[in-house]
């Protein structure tokens, strides 16, 4: 599948990896950021943004998605950073093709299943009325009973296309269909470890890569390093940007 890019930037190629519900332009400090030295190409993962809908949404088969679109426009080699979803992605790239990856940092996601779902957030978001003249208070309103946290219902909402033909960016049926393959980890056919430089970014406030993590994350990445963002939870980069930029450019050497 070729996947929806936003490039900016001239340089050396580096790409962006978004989580689950995100896009490409959610991840639009980072690509100007970095795009002062590098060339950075923002993807919309499967049934995200503007990118096709489609199962299966196993890693191997989304990063292999990442892999067609770099051949398609003609990149060999990157830098690659992945958030959450996009950052199981990006694991699964180097694990599966790394002769296309220079170094990868991933950002708060370690190699390992999770208990934590969002099947009742996918539900509400499927039980909203999609008629004409559709407001954004009304289907906040309808998520609240669901999703009580308004920055979560705000960053859903980014994906409900208002007007006169009222839709959803993501592809939701697919999303439902795939959570136990997305929440789980299991290595990808082929995968042999990266032994190329990796960067587990995490927030010191997260709970999403304890000590636990890091027998897996050794066995798959063993010149990895871990680094913190104090002050930042699972979404870091919203939460400590310049930070995480900073973080980022050092790795990447921009």
Do not use: C
């Not at 980072?30 to 096709?52: F, I």
């Not at 999770?114 to 208070?137: F, K, N, S």
């Not at 795939?178 to 190329?196: H, S």
């Amino acid at each position: 599948m070729i996947l929806n890019t936003t490039q900016m930037g001239d340089g050396e190629p580096l790409v962006l990896l978004h989580g689950l519900f995100g896009a490409a332009r959610n991840l639009g400090v980072l690509s100007r950021g970095l795009s002062g030295k590098a060339r950075v190409v923002a993807m919309d993962l499967r049934n995200h943004g503007e990118s096709p809908h489609g199962l299966p949404m196993d890693f191997g088969t989304m990063a292999a998605d990442v892999a067609e679109t770099l051949e398609s426009l003609g990149i060999g080699r990157v830098k690659l950073a992945g958030h959450s979803l996009g950052g199981k992605t990006a694991m699964a790239l180097a694990l599966t093709r790394p002769e296309m990856i220079e170094r990868v940092a991933v950002m708060d996601i370690a190699p390992i299943r999770y208990d934590h779902d969002y099947d009742d957030y996918v539900a509400a978001m499927l039980a909203i009325e999609l008629h004409p003249g559709l407001t954004r208070a009304e289907a906040e309103q309808a998520l609240a009973q669901t999703v009580k946290a308004a920055p979560m219902r705000a960053f859903l909402l980014n994906n409900l296309v208002l007007g006169a033909n009222p839709h959803w960016r993501v592809g939701l049926r697919e999303i439902q269909a795939a959570m136990p393959d997305m929440l789980d980890w299991v290595d990808p056919p082929g995968a042999q470890p990266f032994t190329g430089p990796a960067l587990f970014l995490t927030g010191a406030d997260s709970r999403y890569v304890g000590p636990e993590a890091d027998g897996a994350i050794r066995r798959l990445f063993p010149n990895a390093v871990r680094q913190e963002i104090a002050g930042a939870a699972h979404w870091l980069h919203a939460d400590k940007p310049a930070e995480v930029l900073d973080s980022l450019q050092e790795f990447f050497g921009l």
